[in-house]
Structure formats: C-alpha cells, structure tokens
C-alpha cells in the first residue's frame, strides 16, 4: 500500500516562500494521482492542487492560483508543492493524498479525497 510523508513545513512571513515535499514508498507516483489539501483551525478542509499523472496536467483552486506550484519528480517518487507570496490565510495543516488515476479533472479529486491514501501532515504557519 502506497504511504505517503509531507515535509518541508515551518514558519513563514508573509509574502515568503515554502516548498512542501510528498514522499511515496510501498509504490510508483506514475500510478497516482496526487493531490494536495489543507485544513486550518475552525474551517473546512479544502482542496488545493492536484497532479494528474494519467494526464501530465495540474489543477489548483482559485486562492492559490499564480503563487502555487504543483510538480513531481519521478526519480525520487515525490510530488512537491511550492508555495510563493504566502498569505496569513495560508496557514493550515497541508496534507498530500494519493489518488485513482483520472481523479483531478473536472475537480472530481475534491469529492475523492476521502478514498485515497493520505499522509501525516505538515503545518505551515504565515505570520510576521
């Protein structure tokens, strides 16, 4: 079974940059797609960006959209998430998810979340 470790969390100031790593052991990323989400204190969880190995496309919410970015590095069978012109209202718990192939278009990868395969977390924390 596919297991997954986020890293590369930390405290940031705002307008900083971050770079979130995803780990996958027990499987190949090529037979996934990744998804990253987050959950603050208090507020839903909410979908993020997602990679999509069966398409070689990437998808990302409306808030992050032009400061994040998703990408995957075959050879070390992890998925990264580069987060840019960090916000106070991008501190949250980020988490990475493994899911079915096909499961980002059409944002289906939202509704997924619950089926796939996720990892521990890492908090990242946007303050001055």
């Known amino acids: 079974q596919l297991h997954l470790v986020e890293s590369g969390g930390g405290l940031v100031q705002p307008g900083g940059s971050r770079r979130l790593s995803c780990a996958a052991s027990?499987?190949?990323?090529?037979?996934?797609?990744i998804a990253w989400f987050r959950q603050a204190p208090g507020k839903e969880r909410e979908g993020v960006s997602c990679?999509?190995?069966?398409?070689?496309?990437?998808y990302y919410t409306d808030s992050v959209k032009g400061r994040f970015i998703i990408s995957r590095d075959i050879s070390k069978n992890t998925v990264y998430l580069q987060m840019n012109s960090l916000k106070l209202e991008d501190t949250a718990v980020y988490y990475c998810?493994?899911?079915?192939?096909?499961?980002?278009?059409?944002?289906?990868?939202?509704?997924?979340?619950?089926?796939?395969?996720w990892g521990q977390g890492t908090q990242v924390t946007v303050s001055s």
């Open positions: 998810v493994a899911l079915e192939l096909s499961s980002c278009a059409f944002n289906e990868y939202l509704s997924l979340a619950d089926f796939g395969s």
């Open positions: 027990g499987g190949t990323l090529d037979y996934y797609d």
């Open positions: 990679f999509s190995s069966s398409e070689g496309a990437t």
